[in-house]
């Protein structure tokens, strides 16, 4: 048996009833939309003042959100057509799971490059502004997703060198393992993923020992910092748990066989919502200025309401 006549046969077991996929996709959509219709707020008042596209922080900060935007829309037509049509053809299937995959990994990225912009605003403040400009903050996006996309079309290339035409025309419960079947895809993933890890996690512990140095000095903008990258760590944690996603499954399977499904069905939430809910609080809520401009544009909105 094939890895995706295996994931197929695992699917039917635990198929949900009707009133619960009801219930399930109501609170997967309501979700999605709840976050990116925040989310749009966000892009909206970034793109309507200067004071923000021209700052290397909101940029960095608007490409995590917009990313995490795609991220959480694909993210919720997958898991709408895992229930509605089951099975999709496996060439569609591999246009999702590879744009899923770059959002995917851009994230961990991000969080590192935000970490280090806020490291250099606190403890090189004279040296911020030639260091972080407009460009090189665009360049350093360019950058992230270079990176991401030499770590995910291998996965591409290999599985169109090992599987024969045919394969892309079957139709398959859409997910990692069933577009891209080969077994050295899983050993280049788990290598990719431990080398990004360890590169990230050093630079936010690193920032952040740096900053927490500095905040003893009792420096207001340097505590409010710390806390930032406490914020980013939290955040990175969590999208950590999409690597470990395979192993958990696994253990809720064997411990818990009764409740499979529902198990799958929270641990979908705990990896793919909440780490996208914590982009706006960190600067839709926490960043003063950003605040400021937000309330005005919401109040806008409500005025034109009436």
């Not at 299937?93 to 280090?116: D, G, K, R, S, W």
């Not at 260091?131 to 290339?157: A, E, H, N, Q, Y």
């Not at 696994?250 to 799958?264: F, H, N, R, T």
């Amino acid at each position: 048996m094939n890895a995706s006549q295996a994931n197929v046969k695992v699917v039917i077991q635990y198929r949900d009833s009707f009133t619960k996929a009801v219930v399930k996709n109501m609170i997967a959509v309501v979700f999605c939309i709840s976050i990116n219709c925040i989310n749009i707020s966000l892009i909206h008042t970034f793109c309507k003042h200067q004071i923000f596209y021209m700052n290397p922080r909101y940029i960095l900060f608007i490409h995590l959100v917009i990313n995490d935007m795609i991220q959480m829309i694909l993210s919720i037509t997958l898991f709408l057509i895992s229930y509605i049509l089951y099975r999709i053809n496996v060439s569609l299937c591999c246009v999702f799971v590879l744009f899923a995959l770059l959002t995917n990994e851009n994230t961990p990225l991000n969080l590192a490059c935000m970490a280090i912009e806020c490291f250099i605003a606190i403890c090189m403040p004279l040296r911020h502004t030639q260091i972080c400009t407009v460009k090189r903050t665009v360049l350093l996006i360019g950058l992230i997703w270079m990176t991401s996309v030499i770590s995910v079309l291998p996965d591409l290339f290999i599985t169109l060198a090992t599987q024969p035409l045919s394969f892309f025309q079957t139709r398959v419960f859409c997910m990692r393992e069933t577009a891209f079947p080969n077994p050295h895809i899983t050993k280049k993933r788990d290598i990719t993923y431990m080398v990004y890890l360890s590169i990230v996690w050093l630079t936010i512990f690193y920032t952040y020992l740096r900053i927490l140095l500095t905040a003893k000095t009792a420096n207001k903008d340097a505590k409010k910092a710390q806390k930032t990258i406490l914020l980013h760590g939290f955040q990175l944690l969590l999208c950590m748990t999409t690597y470990v996603t395979p192993l958990t499954e696994s253990a809720l399977k064997k411990w818990l066989p009764e409740y499979y499904a529902d198990s799958l069905f929270a641990c979908y939430i705990v990896v793919q919502v909440l780490p996208r809910s914590i982009s706006p609080i960190i600067y839709g809520v926490r960043d003063n200025t950003f605040r400021r401009y937000l309330k005005r544009h919401m109040l806008c909105q409500l005025e034109n309401r009436k």
